[in-house]
């Protein structure tokens, strides 16, 4: 198949699917006589199978690291390889949910202390603007 049938079978982009090819991640089977670059079954394979770690959290850069190791080293197995990787998600997983729970703990804390400002209708004054009147009032 082409480059494009194997984009539409998979749904990833021509541009990331040649960016795999490019990088060792999937392979090619040849070129076509108009050049076009084909792949088989394989492909589509190592296409999911890339989805299935990126949707783990596993950075391309990671996927293809492990890829390297594992392809350079056939006594080594790839179980524990990617278990560290899978590790290594959840803890930046970890990392960006705690990230986000202080982003919505600041709202929260916002939103209390600007309750009557925020449901006044016109235009918000906050207290220590300069376009506001004295101790947050509005501007006579």
């Given at each position: 198949m082409t480059i494009g049938e194997l984009s539409h079978r998979t749904g990833?982009?021509?541009?990331?699917?040649?960016?795999?090819t490019d990088t060792g991640l999937i392979y090619t089977v040849g070129r076509s006589p108009a050049n076009y670059r084909l792949y088989d079954a394989d492909a589509l394979w190592c296409v999911h199978w890339i989805g299935e770690l990126?949707?783990?959290?596993?950075?391309?850069?990671?996927?293809?690291?492990?890829t390297r190791?594992?392809?350079g080293r056939a006594d080594r197995s790839v179980g524990p390889h990617l278990a560290e990787l899978l590790h290594r998600s959840r803890e930046r997983a970890r990392w960006r949910i705690t990230e986000q729970q202080q982003i919505l703990a600041r709202i929260d804390a916002?939103?209390?202390?600007?309750?009557?400002?925020l449901a006044r209708a016109g235009d918000l004054r906050w207290a220590g603007d300069p376009r506001a009147g004295t101790a947050g009032e509005p501007p006579a």
């Open positions: 990833v982009p021509i541009k990331t699917l040649r960016e795999y990126r949707g783990l959290g596993l950075t391309v850069a990671e996927i293809r690291a492990s190791e594992c392809l916002f939103e209390a202390d600007h309750r009557a400002d």
